[in-house]
């Protein structure tokens, strides 16, 4: 058995905690173009999940041109790779949960973020934090998640080590701990010293397999490369050892420092010790929150939350997917749930797990995996299923839209069936739906533009309704609620036109405008307005 194993390992747990210990769940955040999917393809292999790196999407899913990401939202429409890979190495269970590339989808990201239990941070060695990352890490810490950082590209180009780590520290407000370090740069990177053995593993040879890295003293570099200064070198390293922060790891699973790891993800390199750090120092499950109580991972009753739901993965059946994060427990296939939302049971008859090219049934899985649980419509973003307790989680958000537009359908006679279309698109996380309560036709809210044209397309092609979008009286949406019920009530008569439901039949003020929203805000007295919903 591995080290890696063994660190979770303990005789006197019980089988079911024995199993959730060797789970490790996490996301990787980048700004595109950093090296997220070379990075992606790269972990997969070292879990043997697939056989040829280059397979997790198709090269031209980088180009973020409109025209370029709907094909290729098509393509992703009927592929299993996007949502959640699973790869076992070294005796530990890895779930890479993907969050879409692009910021459109943002929205799809933060959800999947509330998934997992820890993150991946990768960075560009000539970029440093770029805007995306930022906004991505700001998600992460709101619920403490724990950054592991990888520094790619040292093969190219870069900036200064030690300015990369201090803009880390100012930036995020991350304390930094570099767990190994680059010798050389761009042409001349030779590979990483790592910190805490002290040895240098090479470029040259590999460095694919942890185990089978070739590990010199530093002062065998000497000849290697004419460009090199070892002095230089050596001067550098100690001041890593003087002036770097140690490893501490219960300031890293607060979520108040990182460990820095250095490589290029193209050439394989140093992908072997962040995997490694992966297993070794992030999280097993976590407990999570719920409207009751906090519910423990390896507590013996299954419960799960749906995150995502994804449509048409398999075009030649009709299906829907809601992947489903287990949070407590084992579940066993055949096993009936109860969606807590509508208080009925649900047998699980065919949960799957995902793997780079290919999905499987998944007979049994453990708190901390994701499983895709086929549905007809059933389950929503939001969803809890329970072995019969009435708790729901919490956290799972909904955020404000940033663009809102009425639906305008070509051909009237379809209201109905629009109407049906929009619910089920919202359920999914699509776009967000809110009918007016002066029965006005729905509005659709996004956050980015390409939401819009995902819909359209979507309901072109599995509704056939041809629609438009125009722009509406309204800009804003805001959840509202009172702890007094009489004075959501009259505001909500009071404000008729403005106010609509959302797919869940609770209620959102629309705005014409900021200033028009800041002007009613004043004068609704002890009603809340709020940018965020989570689910209930
Ligand atoms: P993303 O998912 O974060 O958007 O990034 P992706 O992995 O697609 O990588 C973006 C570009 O950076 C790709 O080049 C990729 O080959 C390159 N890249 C990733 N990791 C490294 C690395 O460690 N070193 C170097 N030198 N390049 C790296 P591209 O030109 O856009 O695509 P391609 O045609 O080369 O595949």
């Known amino acids: 058995m591995s080290d890696l194993a063994i660190a979770t390992e303990s005789p006197s747990r019980s089988p079911l905690a024995q199993e959730v210990a060797r789970r490790r769940t996490f996301a990787i955040i980048s700004h595109p173009d950093a090296g997220k999917t070379t990075l992606t393809e790269k972990l997969l292999l070292f879990g043997g999940a697939i056989n040829l790196a280059g397979?997790?999407?198709?090269?031209?899913?980088?180009r973020n041109t409109r025209s370029d990401w709907m094909k290729i939202e098509r393509e992703r429409g009927i592929s299993v790779v996007?949502?959640?890979?699973?790869?076992?190495?070294?005796?530990?269970?890895?779930?890479?949960?993907?969050?879409p590339g692009h910021e459109d989808f943002s929205e799809d990201t933060y959800r999947t973020l509330t998934a997992v239990d820890s993150a991946v941070m990768v960075i560009d060695a000539a970029k440093g934090i770029e805007a995306r990352t930022r906004k991505l890490f700001e998600v992460c810490r709101l619920r403490d998640i724990p950054i592991i950082t990888f520094i790619n590209k040292m093969d190219r180009e870069s900036r200064d080590t030690f300015d990369l780590l201090d803009e880390i520290?100012?930036?995020?407000a991350l304390d930094t701990t570099p767990m190994t370090w680059p010798v050389g740069r761009g042409r001349d990177f030779l590979g990483t010293y790592d910190v805490v053995s002290g040895g240098v593993r090479l470029l040259e040879g590999g460095g694919a397999k942890t185990g089978a890295a070739q590990q010199i003293d530093i002062s065998e570099l000497a000849g290697r490369n004419a460009n090199l200064d070892v002095a230089a070198v050596k001067d550098e390293l100690a001041l890593v050892s003087e002036a770097c922060k140690p490893f501490e790891l219960a300031a890293f699973r607060e979520g108040h420092l990182t460990p820095v790891y250095f490589g290029s993800a193209l050439r394989n390199f140093g992908v072997g010790d962040l995997l490694e750090g992966l297993g070794r120092f992030a999280p097993p499950p976590r407990?999570?929150?719920?409207?009751?109580?906090?519910?423990?991972?390896?507590?013996?009753?299954?419960?799960?939350?749906?995150?995502?739901?994804?449509?048409?993965?398999?075009?030649?059946?009709?299906?829907?997917?809601?992947?489903?994060?287990?949070?407590?427990?084992?579940?066993?296939?055949?096993?009936?749930?109860k969606l807590v939302r509508t208080g009925k049971n649900m047998s699980l008859s065919s949960p799957q797990f995902f793997f780079a090219q290919?999905?499987?049934?998944?007979?049994?899985?453990?708190?901390?995996?994701?499983?895709?649980?086929?549905?007809?419509?059933?389950?929503?973003?939001?969803?809890?299923?329970?072995?019969?307790?009435?708790?729901?989680?919490?956290?799972?958000p909904s955020f404000?839209?940033?663009?809102?537009?009425?639906?305008?359908?070509?051909?009237?006679?379809?209201?109905?069936?629009?109407?049906?279309a929009l619910q089920q698109m919202s359920e999914e996380g699509v776009v967000q739906v809110f009918r007016p309560r002066d029965g006005a036709p729905a509005l659709v809210g996004v956050v980015g533009p390409l939401q819009?044209?995902?819909?359209?397309?979507?309901?072109?092609?599995?509704?056939?309704?041809?629609?438009?979008?125009?722009?509406?009286?309204f800009q804003l949406a805001r959840w509202i609620s009172s702890d007094d019920r009489k004075k959501l009530d009259a505001f909500i008569a009071a404000n008729g036109s403005g106010v609509a439901d959302d797919v869940d039949g609770d209620p959102v003020f629309l705005a014409k405008n900021e200033f028009y929203l800041g002007y009613t805000k004043e004068r609704a007295e002890g009603i809340n307005f709020s940018s965020i919903k989570d689910v209930k």
């Open 400 to 420: 404000a839209p940033e663009i809102v537009r009425r639906v305008r359908l070509t051909d009237a006679m379809k209201a109905k069936k629009l109407k049906e």
């Open 452 to 473: 819009l044209d995902v819909l359209k397309a979507r309901l072109d092609a599995e509704y056939s309704l041809p629609v438009e979008f125009e722009v509406s009286e």
């Open 55 to 62: 397979q997790v999407k198709a090269k031209g899913e980088r």
């Open 358 to 396: 290919d999905r499987a049934l998944a007979d049994e899985a453990f708190a901390g995996d994701v499983v895709g649980i086929p549905n007809h419509g059933t389950l929503r973003i939001g969803d809890t299923l329970t072995e019969g307790e009435d708790l729901t989680f919490v956290g799972v």
């Open 287 to 337: 407990a999570q929150d719920s409207n009751l109580r906090k519910v423990e991972a390896a507590e013996p009753r299954m419960s799960a939350f749906v995150f995502k739901i994804q449509a048409n993965m398999d075009p030649n059946h009709r299906d829907r997917i809601a992947f489903a994060r287990l949070c407590s427990g084992k579940l066993a296939r055949g096993m009936k749930a």
């Open 82 to 99: 996007t949502s959640v890979m699973t790869f076992e190495f070294e005796g530990l269970v890895f779930n890479l949960l993907d969050t």
């Open 169 to 172: 520290e100012k930036t995020l």
